[in-house]
């Protein structure tokens, strides 16, 4: 879904430093810098705020509305965000200041859509290129592109060429050389072969020989060891 626009009240930040955003993060807040302007800005944001504006219909490609301490309103849109991996809370964002009538470039998410008669037939269905990048105005960025794979069978390849998207965006990759998904046959495991009696008493045989001809230069590499240690 494209078309979505969020208020997003923001607070310039005096206080810089590690220090400084860990303490915001305890009470709530988001340290994160607003790019476009004369001069990046550094700014937190509510956390709560932050995480209702980009759980909208248009996700991370929402267009943000934000004011600063309640100042004059710019467009703008998340450029980068970095998460904490064990809480999954967000640590610090970077927003860029747009111009709603110029286009931009974005990362669009891309979700198949569909089981491919390959899958049913005993194949395997393999993602390749998860995100595509596109060009279009702000408002027109979806949040991402769907696909039917329904009608790919074994050894079928999907390119970016049959991908279809809305006449308002364009792609950007190259249509013919990069790969969507893949339908193929599972991997085969090869099963070891038993050997018969006689090689089994054979090879106990040599392991036991092999094990008594390695006993005495194992004690001496531990010692070696253990002097070098001392």
Known sequence: MAGER????????????????????????????LYGRSEPVAICIGERDLRAALSTGAGSHAVLEVAVDGGREHSAILKEYQRDKIRGTILHVDLQEIRLDQKIHSAVAVTLVG??????????????????????LPLEIPQHLEVDVSGMHIGDSLRLAELEVPDTIALLDDLESTVLATVTMP??????????????????????????????PAAEEGGEAESTES
């Not at 089981?115 to 279009?136: D, F, I, M, T």
Request: charged share 35%; proline share 5%.
């Open 6 to 33: 969020v208020k997003l009240p923001v607070t310039e930040r005096t206080r810089l430093g590690s220090a400084e955003s860990r303490r915001l993060r305890r009470q709530g807040l988001v340290p994160g810098v």
């Open 187 to 216: 991997t085969r495991v090869e099963e070891p072969e038993v050997e018969g009696e006689e090689g089994e008493e054979g090879a106990e045989g040599e392991a036991e020989e092999g094990a008594a001809e390695g006993a005495e």
């Open 115 to 136: 089981e491919p008669a390959g899958v049913k037939e005993g194949g395997v269905l393999s993602q390749v290129v998860n995100e595509v990048n596109v060009e279009g």
